[in-house]
């Protein structure tokens, strides 16, 4: 079993609507959860990401952390179809260790 | 100021050749680090350096596998006797010490082994 599990979709939602994203973890060395988005043929850039239990919102994005059951979670509200990418959560152990990515999940949001 | 490069950003080599890739991370980043992603994965750790040391080499899959950082600075990645199964881009990161839980990434290069 991986140590980062994510539904690799593709999820299709209409614009304007809620985007819903999870991620699940084995690891409880963990300690911040990162999530990455990646366009087609490009590098994965860094969304934003958590360190406690909770949420952190950065505009649009909102991300939430439990802990408690290792469950990492990614909405966007508004969704544009410039959000049309792949998500990729990343957890990791410490600040500049390596990322333990997950398989990523596929959003297409169509106009 | 300029991002992560990698080149090639393409190879096709045969089974059983040499490549080298580069990557020139954001001056003045003192970690580097090399992932591979297959077709429809996420990246995979391979390396990390701190500076011109390999920090942690435990996702190297095996011995054809090998890093460099000479200066700190730019690294190669090299394989030696490729394998199809080392078809996948090959991506690279840096961060720095001012904010060390960030990784940027660059484009990543393109293996194709026939």
């Known amino acids: 079993q991986k140590e980062v599990e994510q539904d690799p979709g593709p999820l299709s939602v209409p614009e304007g609507a809620i985007v819903s994203l999870n991620c699940t973890y084995s690891?409880?060395?963990?300690?911040?959860f990162m999530w990455y988005r990646q366009y087609s043929r490009k590098g994965p850039e860094l969304l934003m990401y958590?360190?406690?239990?909770g949420n952190k919102e950065d505009g649009r994005f909102t991300a939430q952390v439990d802990k408690s059951s290792k469950y990492i979670s990614l909405f966007i509200r508004d969704s544009q179809p410039s959000d049309s990418a792949t998500y990729l959560c990343a957890p990791v152990k410490a600040a500049g260790n390596k990322l333990t990515f997950g398989g990523g999940t596929r959003v297409l949001v169509k106009p | 100021g300029a991002g992560v490069s990698q080149t090639p950003s393409n190879k096709v080599t045969e089974k059983g050749k040499y490549v080298e890739l580069r990557c020139d991370p954001i001056s003045g980043h003192t970690a580097l680090y090399w992932y591979r992603q297959s077709l429809g994965q996420g990246p995979e750790f391979l390396i990390y350096?701190?500076?011109?040391?390999?920090?942690?080499d435990s996702g190297l899959p095996n011995d054809r596998f090998f890093a460099v950082r000479p200066e700190g600075s730019v690294s190669t990645l090299k394989i030696q006797r490729t394998e199809r199964g080392d078809s996948a881009v090959y991506l690279c990161a840096s961060s720095g010490a001012d904010k060390p839980e960030t990784q940027y990434f660059g484009p990543g290069t393109r293996l194709l082994v026939l």
């Open positions: 350096f701190q500076g011109t040391g390999a920090a942690d």
């Open positions: 690891n409880s060395a963990f300690q911040y």
């Open positions: 958590t360190y406690s239990s």
